[in-house]
């Protein structure tokens, strides 16, 4: 019999209004949860919650102070649940344990860095001409809405939350159908750590319907979506015709650049971790590996070697030693599965190793890896020439799952424009030991975030965000986010005594004085 999960609507589980949404464990393809979908109505009244919440004060105008303490408190909370987080979350994506007992704990450095942030924060006064003392106070916007993916359902829903709730908003999050779990368990502990009600509700249900839902009601001041390009572009239609604020973090096709002088087996390392972390899913995945042609072919053999051993460590994701685990679902699998085969049967790619589903038996722990929608960590090269797999889907789709394309170079400025040969501009890594290499091709790689010897770092003080409109628009982490949950207001006093003013405010007045104006 399979558990049952209301919405947190205001404060408190309730059921929703449309169909229940079969939750399905990836690595064995069985229906273990049920959760409830919110209706129009339900909608309706997590908005009117969220906005009357707001327009009490009760959150939005409390002191910064007693803001940060909260946003102390539920780092607190986090830390005592993650247990049952960390277990919940690999269960829902499939992701191993062995990632989840990585990730999830690192979450709490995002509540506690903006904590401190409140806690610092300055006010600007402005000069002026006068006796005018000009102030700036940054505001929260009112009701704001998070749309979150599958692939880090916690991750996520925690680096837009931070900043949402520390500016002082009202937030609702619809979490992907795929993985609503941890973030209706989620929004327990900060209710239980002090965030008031109305002020966070979670409300699974589909994009189609719920999000739409969401997205368009009047009284959202702001839209937050992490997802597919497509979809971003959909929603971000939708927002600008109610003049919302809008943050999307979309699509990627992560080059990794491997220079001649780097060192082999740490590279090796990161195209490894970058390329295969999750599966390959994730936005800033290493999807693109371009290598100088003078150590391509060890590169290659070396990369080869370690991954033909990842296979061999894979098992039900419950299992510490396992190392990778299923795609989240089966049509994921098929997307995988075409993108790959149709990059063979057009014979523009070839493949190194990889390549398949898997449908065995697992050597680490007798799993039967057909149960679920597991697919072999991949490694494709051009099959005639570089010029061949670059015209390929597999070059210019997000294939979000474990596969990677290897190409060769020449000279720097061909590894640059191979680099930047796509529509995505997320992330980026560049591996050299030269450092004036280093600062010349970083700064000439399109994309909002370059790593240099290291990819897929994240921290709640480091801005992420594309620097191509394919994968989106401004930037989550840093004091950024914080601010582009707030709007300026500024207050303008006159401290000038009553007979100063009327010397030089008098506008009307008879008497022909020189008054000013702004």
Same mark, same amino acid.
Not at 195 to 224: N, R, W
């Given at each position: 019999?399979?558990?049952?999960?209301?919405?947190?609507?205001?404060?408190?589980?309730?059921?929703?209004?449309?169909?229940?949404?079969?939750?399905?464990?990836?690595?064995?393809?069985?229906?273990?949860?049920?959760?409830?979908?919110?209706?129009?109505?339900?909608?309706?009244?997590?908005?009117?919650?969220?906005?009357?919440?707001?327009?009490?004060?009760?959150?939005?105008?409390?002191?910064?102070?007693? =803001?940060?303490?909260?946003?102390?408190?539920?780092?607190?909370?986090?830390?005592?649940?993650?247990?049952?987080?960390?277990?919940?979350?690999?269960?829902?994506?499939?992701?191993?344990?062995?990632?989840?007992?990585?990730?999830?704990?690192?979450?709490?450095?995002?509540?506690?860095?903006?904590?401190?942030?409140?806690?610092?924060?300055?006010?600007?006064?402005?000069?002026?001409?006068?006796?005018?003392?000009?102030?700036?106070?940054?505001?929260?916007?009112?009701?704001?809405?998070?749309?979150?993916?599958?692939?880090?359902?916690?991750?996520?829903?925690?680096?837009?939350?931070?900043?949402?709730?520390?500016?002082?908003?009202?937030?609702?999050?619809?979490?992907?159908?795929?993985?609503?779990?941890?973030?209706?368990?989620?929004?327990?502990?900060?209710?239980?750590?002090?965030?008031?009600?109305?002020?966070?509700?979670?409300?699974?249900?589909?994009?189609?319907?719920?999000?739409?839902?969401?997205?368009?009601? #009047?009284?959202?001041?702001?839209?937050? %979506?992490?997802?597919?390009?497509?979809?971003?572009?959909?929603?971000?239609?939708?927002?600008?015709?109610?003049?919302?604020?809008?943050?999307?973090?979309?699509?990627?096709?992560?080059?990794?650049? %491997?220079?001649?002088?780097?060192?082999?087996?740490?590279?090796?390392? /990161?195209?490894?971790?970058?390329?295969?972390?999750?599966?390959?899913?994730?936005?800033?995945?290493?999807?693109?590996?371009?290598?100088?042609?003078?150590?391509?072919?060890?590169?290659?053999?070396?990369?080869?070697?370690?991954?033909?051993?990842?296979?061999?460590?894979?098992?039900? #994701?419950?299992?510490?030693?396992?190392?990778?685990?299923?795609?989240?679902?089966? =049509?994921?699998?098929? /997307?995988?599965?075409?993108? %790959?085969?149709?990059?063979?049967?057009?014979?523009?790619?070839?493949?190194?190793?990889?390549?398949?589903?898997?449908?065995?038996?697992?050597?680490?722990?007798?799993?039967?890896?057909?149960?679920?929608?597991?697919?072999?960590?991949?490694?494709?090269?051009?099959?005639?020439?570089?010029?061949?797999?670059?015209?390929?889907?597999?070059? =210019?789709?997000?294939? !979000?799952?474990?596969?990677?394309?290897?190409?060769?170079?020449?000279?720097?400025?061909?590894?640059?424009?191979?680099?930047?040969?796509?529509? !995505?501009?997320?992330?980026?890594?560049?591996?050299?030991?030269?450092?004036?290499?280093?600062?010349?091709?970083?700064?000439?790689?399109?994309? /909002?975030?370059?790593?240099?010897?290291?990819?897929?770092?994240?921290? #709640?003080?480091?801005?992420?965000?594309?620097?191509?409109?394919?994968?989106? %628009?401004?930037?989550?982490?840093?004091?950024?986010?914080?601010?582009?949950?707030?709007?300026?207001?500024?207050?303008?006093?006159?401290?000038?005594?009553?007979?100063?003013?009327?010397?030089?405010?008098?506008?009307? /007045?008879?008497?022909?004085?020189?008054?000013?104006?702004?």
């Amino acid at each position: 019999m399979s558990d049952e999960y209301y919405l947190w609507l205001a404060g408190k589980e309730q059921p929703g209004g449309s169909p229940l949404i079969p939750i399905e464990d990836p690595a064995t393809g069985e229906i273990f949860a049920e959760c409830h979908a919110a209706s129009e109505k339900d909608v309706d009244d997590a908005v009117s919650a969220a906005h009357l919440a707001y327009k009490s004060g009760i959150w939005s105008r409390a002191s910064h102070h007693h =803001r940060a303490d909260v946003l102390d408190n539920c780092a607190i909370l986090l830390t005592e649940a993650l247990p049952e987080l960390i277990a919940l979350e690999s269960k829902q994506t499939g992701r191993v344990i062995k990632e989840m007992k990585a990730q999830i704990p690192s979450l709490v450095k995002w509540f506690k860095y903006y904590a401190s942030l409140l806690r610092v924060e300055e006010r600007a006064v402005l000069p002026t001409t006068g006796k005018l003392h000009n102030f700036v106070d940054r505001v929260p916007l009112g009701v704001v809405v998070q749309i979150t993916p599958f692939n880090h359902p916690l991750l996520i829903a925690v680096k837009k939350l931070a900043p949402a709730l520390a500016a002082g908003n009202s937030v609702i999050i619809k979490p992907s159908e795929l993985t609503p779990l941890t973030t209706l368990l989620l929004a327990k502990i900060l209710h239980k750590a002090g965030i008031p009600i109305g002020v966070l509700s979670v409300l699974p249900g589909y994009g189609a319907t719920t999000g739409k839902l969401l997205v368009s009601h #009047p009284l959202v001041q702001k839209v937050d %979506v992490t997802g597919g390009t497509t979809a971003g572009r959909a929603i971000g239609s939708i927002v600008g015709g109610n003049l919302a604020k809008y943050t999307a973090e979309l699509g990627g096709k992560a080059p990794l650049v %491997v220079f001649k002088n780097a060192d082999i087996d740490v590279a090796v390392n /990161g195209v490894t971790f970058g390329s295969f972390i999750a599966s390959g899913q994730t936005c800033i995945a290493s999807t693109r590996i371009i290598v100088d042609n003078a150590i391509l072919k060890e590169l290659i053999q070396k990369l080869k070697t370690k991954i033909e051993t990842i296979p061999d460590r894979m098992g039900v #994701p419950s299992n510490p030693d396992s190392m990778m685990g299923p795609l989240i679902s089966h =049509r994921q699998l098929e /997307g995988v599965e075409k993108l %790959v085969d149709d990059s063979l049967s057009d014979g523009t790619a070839r493949v190194i190793t990889g390549g398949k589903r898997m449908t065995y038996t697992s050597a680490l722990d007798g799993f039967n890896f057909s149960k679920g929608y597991f697919y072999e960590p991949t490694i494709l090269a051009s099959a005639n020439g570089t010029d061949s797999i670059l015209k390929s889907s597999i070059w =210019r789709q997000e294939a !979000f799952g474990p596969v990677i394309v290897v190409i060769g170079f020449d000279t720097e400025a061909q590894a640059i424009a191979l680099a930047n040969d796509t529509e !995505f501009g997320l992330g980026a890594s560049i591996w050299t030991q030269d450092l004036s290499q280093a600062f010349r091709v970083s700064g000439e790689i399109e994309a /909002g975030i370059v790593w240099v010897n290291t990819h897929h770092r994240n921290d #709640p003080s480091s801005p992420w965000g594309g620097a191509k409109t394919a994968s989106g %628009v401004g930037s989550e982490n840093g004091v950024e986010a914080l601010h582009a949950y707030t709007r300026m207001k500024s207050t303008i006093i006159n401290y000038a005594t009553p007979d100063e003013s009327l010397a030089t405010d008098d506008w009307f /007045g008879l008497a022909p004085i020189h008054v000013r104006y702004g």
